[in-house]
């Protein structure tokens, strides 16, 4: 959903589902977290975060602008790399001390709204201290939850698929939108028999995108209690994968592992692959081809599934200080010279004030910019569906167990038996 620094690039979409197995989280709607404040009126309020070293870089900068504007809050920093940051949050929230405001994604919304550690922010609406106009493409309503404002979007980014230009090039492949899935598998073996490489790099332990799929097809991965779709559904999915690989089509899953933390699709062992379309930029650093961004294939020519995603800023409910949190809040996801500072590292901005103060030089960034826009333009985005609390753990389950298959450890029946038993017991938490 970045433009993260290279090393999270590479890992944050597959460490996405990390597991979470926290308990005593239950804290109090009591203010109780944060700093006194200093004698003078001064406050200090906790900011966390993950990403890479660029990434702090940047956030560093857009708090000096911050605390220049406003002279009594002082922001304290820290950030780690995405599963580091959740174990550290996930101690300080059991100890009842979170941080008063910090990076947040739509799998988290419900669990930790379920502890009682997230603050409502549509008091803060309402008391005029963070604005939710202006923001692009309904993107202001990412972070309701049953009617709470639980967290504000700072960047929006959809499903694509990445390919090798001249890879699709010499197959004769022009993807365009509302090209469907049999279209995109007669592309697949164009790419096999023309350029010697698998034509995807086996997307089926993507959740997100097997999500689409769903949506295509009426279904959802998650409803608001749970999974949307059956054993028998998911049983076709990996069915699928499995005789992609041995048919060539999809790149063998022990290669794909071995080249890691590099892509298959820079390692020239597929023509493309599936993942969040601000990602993009990893494959420019890696790899030695010209990269683009292609449609999502659909199941009627028309209907995608799709929706922005976004990364975003929650706050705690034990927060002494909800003025403060929500003026900086307000500040990142409105300022103009923010977005000029952050670029598209955390997605697209998110308001239209400060998509319009960034005009990208980079010619990913701009392909980037340019895909959000034809989504918009050609009226595929729908509303993003509910997690349920637990669907973190879902998803790493998701991921893990398709590996699993993709390496011979498991069958197709056995891997979607462990699934729907894994998830069972997160989701029943």
Sequence with gaps: MQRNGNVERRTILKAAGASLAVTGLGATATACGGDSGAGDGTVTIRYSWWGAE????????TIALFEKKYPKIKVKTDFQQYSDFWK???TQASGGNPPDVFQNAIGFLRKYDAKNVLLDLSGQV???NL???GFRAGLEKFGEIDGKLLGVPVGSNSMALVIDKPVYTRAGVTPEQGWTWDDFDRAMTSI????????DSGMYGVMYLYDLYLRQNGKAFFTEEGLGFTEADLTRWWTKAEKGVKSGLVADPKKVVQVKPKSAVAAELAGGEFTWDNFTVRYTSEGKSEYGIAPIPTTDGRA???YLGSLMLSASKRTRHPKEVAQFIDFMVHDPEVARIMGYDRGVPATQVQYDAYRPADPVDKAIAAYEESLV????????TPHPNGADICEAAFLRIAEEMGLGKRSVDDAVEQFFNESKTALAG
């Design 54 to 61: 660029d990434r702090a870089e940047r956030i560093n900068k």
């Design 88 to 90: 550290k949050f996930n």
């Design 126 to 128: 309402e008391a005029g």
């Design 131 to 133: 604005s939710m106009d």
């Design 192 to 199: 096999r028999d023309r350029s010697g490489r698998a034509g």
């Design 304 to 306: 995608t599934g799709q």
């Design 377 to 384: 333009k050609a009226g595929v985005l729908q509303p993003i």
